[in-house]
């Protein structure tokens, strides 16, 4: 799994990419979670060429007064992490294809992501962010991936970690009920089946025993 950006924004990737994995039939639901090291309103955007506005968010969001920890960091601690799911499927042979994703637009906004936009010609799952702050919404991902250089940082054996219960707590990012940060790699909790209608059962039940 590969990771990459269209454009500078403050903070660096991380060296693991952590995940949490769901299975329905066929069917695999995985969920990654990103970590930089900072999320700033600095980089290849207008905020910044246009100074103050990067300079006012900046000095609430994360840096309040450019002496304390800001908003952000007085809530979920230091770094940013983002989240997408990817869902896969099982073949016959026990290898896994794309499907879908899902992730956030730069306003945290739901966005589908396409097997087109995850699945470069290597066969590479890859992500995409466009914006400061580091949302893995943007289309294009695989297109990006095969024709970037060392901007796309990839991820495979050791870096590739389960998210782990003490993890989630030392970052504050909640859990599958009530998420806090990288909602989109959150699972949403398996629901329990609807049980059949009273009637359904007797019915079942006298058919067993004639």
């Not at 893995?136 to 219960?165: I, N, W």
Request: aromatic share 10%; charged share 20%.
């Amino acid at each position: 799994m590969c990771v990459g950006a269209r454009s500078w924004s403050a903070g660096a990737l991380g060296e693991t990419v952590l995940y949490r994995t769901r299975r329905v039939g066929k069917r695999i639901a995985v969920g990654y979670f990103v970590y930089w090291s900072e999320e700033r309103p600095w980089g290849d955007n207008v905020a910044s060429y246009t100074v103050l506005p990067a300079l006012a968010v900046d000095g609430i969001y994360s840096h309040f007064l450019y002496v304390f920890p800001g908003l952000k960091d007085a809530l979920y601690g230091s770094g940013d992490i983002e989240g997408v799911q990817v869902l896969y499927e099982q073949r016959p042979d026990g290898s896994l294809a794309v499907v879908s994703g899902r992730a956030d637009d730069g306003n945290h906004a739901p966005v589908a992501l396409s097997r087109s936009d995850l699945l470069d010609a290597n066969g590479r799952v890859v992500l995409l962010t466009d914006v400061w702050s580091h949302q893995l919404g943007a289309h294009g991902a695989a297109r990006f991936a095969d024709h970037s250089g060392p901007e796309l940082k990839c991820y495979v054996k050791s870096s590739l970690q389960p998210m782990t219960e003490p993890i989630a707590r030392a970052f504050r990012l909640g859990n599958a009920r009530e998420p806090l940060r990288a909602n989109p790699a959150w699972l949403a909790p398996e629901q329990a089946a609807p049980l059949p209608p009273v009637q359904q059962v007797a019915s079942k039940a006298a058919a067993q025993r004639d």
